[in-house]
């Protein structure tokens, strides 16, 4: 089946820092892969998104890329702030079934 | 135009007893997913419906069940509640199988 594996948190930073949180998963077919993000007290939402091998999806300064031939999908951004501590979600979207897999998810908490 | 909308947004039961908890997806949207959250756990996929039927189920017991209806909205049922069963319960909707997630802010259940 269908699995996502994300670096083990929690992770924190201080403000300005770079950050990355590793993804990788193992999938049949060729999968979309999402990046999900959930604050305090919230639902999640979605962050980014890239749905073929070599893409990009970037949103308020994250960037993550789609490599096939690594299976992976890391998150990252350049200068974290405060307002990004939350708990990111790494995702897979089974383009046949439509079934979606999720990480255990990575605590970020960034410092002032 | 409205999210995800969960209702309750809190509940709390008893041991043994039965539960049903309500989402309204976003308006067009045909496809609904259920998710249990844990901290322990993370994020389980519980099941997935479209268009009232269900698509794809996780590995939970058989006191997990759902139902959606003619206007997509979903209702998920568990039965003979147990301790375990404590969670934050996660609702996604999307315009079709493969489209993004949108997820609603959760109910949280706690079994005395």
Not at chain 1, 39 to 60: C, H, I, R, V
Not at chain 2, 39 to 59: A, C, D, M, V
Not at chain 2, 81 to 105: M, P, Q, T, V
Request: hydrophobic fraction near 30%.
């Amino acid at each position: 089946g269908n699995s996502v594996t994300q670096m083990e948190g929690p992770v924190t930073l201080s403000e300005e820092a770079f950050l990355t949180i590793n993804c990788t998963y193992t999938a049949t077919g060729y999968p979309s892969l999402f990046w999900y993000v959930q604050y305090p007290g919230e639902g999640l939402q979605l962050l980014l998104k890239a749905t073929k091998a070599d893409d990009k999806g970037s949103n308020k300064g994250f960037e993550a890329t789609y490599r096939k031939e690594t299976t992976s999908f890391h998150l990252e951004k350049g200068s974290v702030q405060v307002s990004d501590s939350a708990v990111y979600f790494c995702a897979l979207r089974d383009t046949n079934a439509g079934k979606s897999t999720f990480g255990d998810g990575t605590t970020l908490t960034v410092k002032p | 135009k409205a999210g995800v909308t969960q209702t309750p947004r809190y509940l709390i039961k008893t041991r043994g007893q039965q539960v049903t908890l309500s989402c309204s997806p976003i308006s067009g949207h045909r496809s609904v997913s259920w998710y249990q959250q844990t901290p322990g756990q993370g994020l389980q996929f519980l099941f997935e419906y479209f268009s009232e039927t269900q698509r794809n189920k996780g590995n939970f017991p058989g006191r997990f069940s759902g139902r959606q209806f003619s206007n997509s909205r979903s209702e998920m049922n568990v039965s003979t509640l147990e301790l375990g069963d404590s969670a934050l319960y996660l609702c996604a909707s999307s315009r079709d199988i493969n489209e993004k997630l949108f997820f609603g802010s959760g109910t949280q259940l706690s079994v005395l």
